[in-house]
């Protein structure tokens, strides 16, 4: 609680308070049970399992990039299944702790994240590369060049040199 009163009502007003140090829930309100909300070591896992991730296609390929911050290559994976399902998975352990220690905050996630994005038909499955620089994972998907269906020219005759040679 705040050690200045309150001149915006309490928390159950609706009304933001911005002298109150007690957390502010952005769902208060919008029927979302509080099981359904992360806590705890959930929050952890939810937050790396929203791994932010812009999808893109160009006249030459797919292409995904991924915000990994503090993650290097041997702690993500990129896979392609059957079916053309891309997943990009991994994993981002807690810290060693150490007894003397004495924590303030912990606000970063950790845990295990998996993202699969179902992949169109033209893609070249056996040409997908990706690469990881200062925490953002690029992953490209080539796509097969479209056959433009070949246009063959006919010309049109007309006029009466046209109709005689038919009619004779």
């Known amino acids: 609680m705040s050690m200045i009163p309150s001149f915006f009502g309490g928390r159950r007003s609706g009304i933001f308070d ?3 140090l007690d957390v502010w829930d952005p769902l208060e309100g919008f029927g979302v049970a509080p099981a359904a909300q992360p806590s705890g ?3 952890q896992a939810t937050a790396i399992a929203n ?3 812009d999808w893109k ?3 030459e390929a797919h292409v995904f990039k991924v915000d990994l911050p503090g993650l290097n290559k041997a ?3 990129v896979e392609v299944e059957d079916g053309r399902v891309l997943q990009i998975s991994g994993e981002r352990r807690r810290e060693k702790e150490e007894k003397t220690d004495k924590w303030h905050r912990v606000e970063r996630s950790t845990g ?3 993202r699969r994005f179902r992949l169109p038909e033209n893609v070249k499955l056996d040409e997908v590369r990706a690469n990881m620089e200062n925490g953002v994972l690029t992953v490209v998907v080539p796509t097969v060049e479209e056959r433009k269906p070949e246009v063959k020219a006919i010309d049109i005759g007309g006029g009466e040199p046209e109709r ?3 009619a004779g």
Do not use: H
């Open 18 to 20: 911005p002298f109150s």
């Open 41 to 43: 070591g959930d929050r």
């Open 51 to 53: 791994a932010r991730i």
């Open 57 to 59: 296609e160009t006249p």
């Open 75 to 77: 702690e993500v994976k």
């Open 112 to 114: 295990r994240f998996m």
């Open 164 to 166: 005689q040679r038919i």
